[in-house]
């Protein structure tokens, strides 16, 4: 008989939740939802992901419509970071 220990299902529920999520989301813009924890403009995205621009604005996008995101604009620029909501998602797929 194998005995699961808390940390072995502890991380067998996370991996399992970060495939789900991957499925509902897509892979990108699950690494997207994870790189708003602090906040950041879409082109600081891009590279750091290695995405392109246009497409790291229609995941933000896709994350704002969803209700997961705040935004601030400072100047020019316009940053976004993860609401309640989103940071939510996240502790509770990858338990930070």
């Given at each position: 008989m194998h005995e699961i220990t808390d940390r072995k299902r502890?991380?067998?529920?996370?991996?399992t939740a970060e495939r789900s999520l991957r499925v509902l989301f897509g892979a990108s813009r699950s690494r997207v939802l994870f790189a708003l924890r602090e906040p950041t403009t879409t082109a600081?995205?891009?590279?750091e992901l290695g995405l392109a621009p246009s497409t790291v604005s229609?995941?933000?996008?896709?994350?704002?419509?969803?209700?997961?995101?705040d935004r601030v604009r400072r100047g020019r620029c316009v940053y976004y970071r993860l609401n309640s909501t989103g940071r939510?998602?996240?502790?509770?797929?990858?338990?930070?």
């Open positions: 502890g991380e067998l529920v996370r991996r600081e995205l891009a590279l229609a995941h933000v996008r896709a994350l704002d419509s969803a209700g997961v995101l939510a998602l996240v502790e509770a797929v990858d338990g930070s």
